[in-house]
């Protein structure tokens, strides 16, 4: 049996995002303003025949798979959103159910740190090199989510609506883990919005 853990569709990647999900793309890149589709599974090796569905049902391309020893994640991306989302529709009639059986995204943890110090921003930069940098005096929000992948839909949402840098945007493994810094009135927007996107779900 596979159990259906995140099933998150982004309507248009946004610049930081796609950008640092290029740097772990083992696939074919995705570039700011495509659709994106972010799946995982359990147990993990399952996600390679859900990849091969996908991409036989459509012109979506795969920006990435992981397997892990519990889950395993997909990533399929393409220009027009009615692709990605028939690609999507015939996975879950695959799995014989609908995107809302996925598992429920808890926030297991999220705070606002104002004025970072420059020597937890050096620690933070030297852990994180696949985003951009935080600098000293800046804020920082940071955010954990279980299952994984939906901290891509909350990196998303929270780019939108703030102009924030992107650190890390880790969504494999058991836990996701977002960190963003920026100015203080731009990091509480990009914590608002990051929340409110994820309640939503």
Known sequence: MIELRTY????????????????ASMGFLPVPGDSC????????????R??????????VHLGQQVVERAYGSMV???????????????????????????QPCKMMWKEVIRAITPDHA?????????????????SMFI?????????????????KAANITLVEARAVGAYGRLIMAG??????????AATEALQRL
């Open 76 to 102: 399929i991306h393409h220009r027009d959103q009615s692709d990605v989302l028939e690609s999507g529709e015939h996975v879950l009639r695959y799995l014989n159910t609908e995107h809302s059986t996925r």
């Open 183 to 192: 100015k203080e009135a731009d990091i509480n927007e990009a914590a608002r």
């Open 143 to 159: 955010m954990e989510t279980e299952p994984a992948g939906y901290i891509v839909y909350a990196a998303n949402e929270a780019e």
């Open 50 to 59: 859900l990849s091969d569905i996908a991409l036989k049902a459509s012109n």
């Open 37 to 48: 589709l972010w799946i995982e599974v359990a147990p993990g090796m399952a996600v390679h």
């Open 122 to 138: 050096t620690l933070i930069n030297r852990d994180n090199r696949r985003g951009s940098m935080i600098l000293p005096g800046q």
């Open 8 to 23: 998150v569709f982004l309507d248009s990647l946004q610049p930081q995002l796609a950008s640092y999900m290029g740097t």
